[in-house]
């Protein structure tokens, strides 16, 4: 298979089917298809957060790829999880298992397919997990033995279908009570013969090294460092300086207090995205190197910034220490460096100190609007922030259950201080996600919403999430104008702020302003380099509203290699077929739309969709109706 179209590469295989699967068909077909059809869109999403890619679904089995054996297990980890919580609630003869099979293997990728032993085998490991469960390959154990707080019980070399020779296997154990412990012996042991000559061969290493040191502690030190070149960036270095801060590490003796080190970031970003003087990396991209242990100079040249921030927080009780230093790529120097010991109740004010040393430590000089900017109405219940802190947690998993914990924590601050503002713009955005996700069990989510960003902004006018919300709404509700002056507003309050210009774009297109989209989503995707999908969605219609088809078609379909369930895509990778003339290809995308959303409609996308201009929704409907819709 040494063809030019083929090429190999090195990757985490995640395959997962369901236990019993016939049996529950058999049972009852209609009610087995719509629990598979909930979760396999459960595991799609989780897959798309975890930073992998849904490689295909047939039956009950669905195939995905990740760049990191981390990500894979954390993912499948997440999964089960989750998964578990939503049987509890069916009857037993209903609950659907799903058995989660992980290897890291060299795989052939032939256009958005992958093939090869490496995908056998993890279809072969899945096979052998109990329902519920996850068995990895030893490959995967080796890279993540020390790096997940899991447990691992080795199963043994086991003879897989068509594979040559035998797999070791290990199983995942999720209980909190096997953390750190490998049962069973996969390992190779030394027979006792040859520990005296390891001992000895030992003695000589070390003479060995003491020489060595000796020796080279003549010559000057390396830096500790490696330097980020500034030619192999994946993006040209800003005017301005330019930073990423990583997620702070939670030093907590409580797991559970990561969502305290996020939202700790969080806010940092937040703070200084406001000034004009620094271009800061948004917080999707950064996140997606937590718990990697990647280089400062990899990180530098990915996100194309010179400086980077890394930190810990440790929170006991009313206590807080923070730890940060801001690392200069270009030479692998240290800028700044600082300890924080802290109560609980001095956050803010913490806070804004470790962003005015970042500034300073840059020398970037503050205008007055970068000052007013910076004053940060919090509140004074730490308990209505830390609920307002677990709550965005639950927000950016992105399901429907964690999204309904979301408002409860939300909810919570809100009655601990009626007056926080950051609390009811949030529980704005989970009746959007409701709404915007089909998921609403809230009789007129839309308009709750509504609500809340504009109580949201009578309470504080600096909010740009509140501001893009409301721009959010209005767009739907095609007030064009009201819709473009929010979202001004949000990134005239944040000049950083990706989220508000691809938001911004994202209106210019239905306001039949799809060049200036193009611009904005442009910029939104520098400060933001490894976006959420519909970064790519919006800027695919923009192409597609421009009459560049090739760039939608191209664009258009990394959002559903990442995400196949991200319907509203297929609606504009179909039109530009269709507009190209080919029909076939458009009738395939028709097909997967109406797989992706039964419910759609020409007659549906026309009340629905918010264009301005009657003429491009004319445009666009006799384009999907040539690939097949009917009214």
């Not at 996020?262 to 406001?274: A, E, N, R």
């Not at 991209?285 to 990697?292: A, I, L, M």
């Not at 379909?557 to 995400?563: A, D």
Request: charged residues 25%; neutral net charge; glycine residues 8%.
């Amino acid at each position: 298979m040494n063809t030019p179209d083929f090429k190999r590469k090195l990757t985490a295989i995640f395959h997962a089917d369901v236990k019993g699967y016939s049996l529950l068909m058999g049972e009852d077909e209609e009610a087995t298809l719509h629990t598979l059809s909930t979760y396999l869109e459960v595991m799609s999403t989780f897959i798309q957060r975890h930073r992998g890619r849904v490689v295909g679904t047939e039956g009950d089995a669905i195939l995905a790829e990740f760049g990191s054996v981390v990500d894979a297990v954390r993912c499948a980890v997440k999964i089960q999880e989750t998964l578990r919580i939503k049987n509890a609630a069916l009857p037993e003869s209903r609950k659907m298992e799903f058995r989660i099979g992980i290897n890291l293997g060299d795989v052939i990728e032939e256009g958005d397919q992958i093939y090869g032993d490496g995908v056998n085998i993890a279809a072969r490991i899945e096979g052998l997990a109990d329902g519920g469960g996850i068995c990895i390959s030893e490959t995967v154990h080796d890279q993540i033995e020390n790096k997940l707080a899991l447990g691992y019980e080795y199963q043994g070399k086991q003879t897989v279908k068509n594979i040559k020779k035998p797999v070791k296997i290990y199983r995942v154990l999720m209980d909190p009570k096997s953390i750190g412990k490998t049962i069973g012996q996969g390992k190779y042991r030394t027979p006792r013969g040859q520990w005296a000559v390891l001992v000895v061969l030992g003695v000589l290493f070390i003479v060995a090294g003491i020489l060595m040191i000796r020796h080279y502690n003549k010559r000057p030190a390396l830096p500790s460092l490696e330097i980020a070149s500034e030619e192999k960036m994946a993006f040209p270095l800003p005017e301005k300086p330019s930073i990423a801060v990583l997620p702070f590490i939670n030093l907590s003796d409580d797991p559970d207090q990561e969502y305290f080190s996020d939202g700790m970031t969080d806010d940092l970003i937040t703070d200084l995205s406001k000034i004009s003087g620094l271009f800061v990396i948004a917080r999707n991209s950064v996140f997606t190197y937590k718990g990697k242990n990647v280089k400062v100079d990899q990180i530098s040249r990915e996100l194309g910034v010179r400086y980077v921030l890394e930190g810990s927080v440790r929170k006991a009780g009313e206590h807080i220490r923070i730890n940060a230093q801001l690392i200069d790529a270009s030479n692998g120097g240290h800028v700044w460096a600082e300890r924080y010991d802290r109560n609980l109740k001095d956050i803010f004010a913490l806070q804004d100190e470790v962003a005015q040393k970042i500034v300073a430590a840059l020398v970037v000089k503050l205008t007055n609007d970068d000052k007013r900017r910076l004053v940060r109405k919090g509140t004074d219940n730490i308990e209505a922030y830390d609920y307002t802190l677990r709550g965005v947690d639950y927000f950016f998993r992105v399901t429907p259950d964690e999204n309904t914990l979301a408002q409860q924590m939300f909810k919570k601050a809100i009655d601990l201080d009626p007056k926080y503002a950051p609390a009811y713009s949030w529980l704005g955005y989970t009746y959007w996600m409701e709404w915007a996700f089909r998921w609403s069990a809230t009789p007129r989510a839309l308009e709750r919403a509504l609500g809340l960003a504009q109580k949201a902004l009578s309470l504080d006018a600096s909010l740009s999430e509140a501001h893009t919300l409301l721009g959010k709404i209005y767009l739907w509700q095609k007030k064009h104008g009201l819709a473009i002056t929010e979202l001004e507003t949000a990134i005239a309050l944040n000049p950083n702020y990706a989220d508000g210009l691809a938001g911004l774009g994202e209106i210019m297109n239905f306001a039949g302003r799809p060049e200036e989209a193009i611009t904005l989503l442009e910029k939104a995707i520098r400060l933001n380099p490894i976006p959420p999908v519909w970064y790519f969605h919006n800027l695919g219609s923009a192409y597609y509203l421009t009459k560049r088809y090739g760039e939608a078609i191209t664009t258009l379909k990394r959002v559903l290699n990442r995400n196949p369930n991200f319907w509203p895509t297929y609606i504009y990778l179909t039109a530009s077929f269709a507009e190209l003339g080919e029909e076939d290809k458009a009738r395939i995308e028709t097909v997967k739309l109406l797989k992706a959303n039964p419910d759609f409609s020409l007659k549906q996308a026309k009340q629905k969709l918010p264009f301005k201009d009657r003429a491009v929704m004319d445009r666009l409907g006799n384009a999907l109706y040539k690939a097949g819709l009917k009214q």
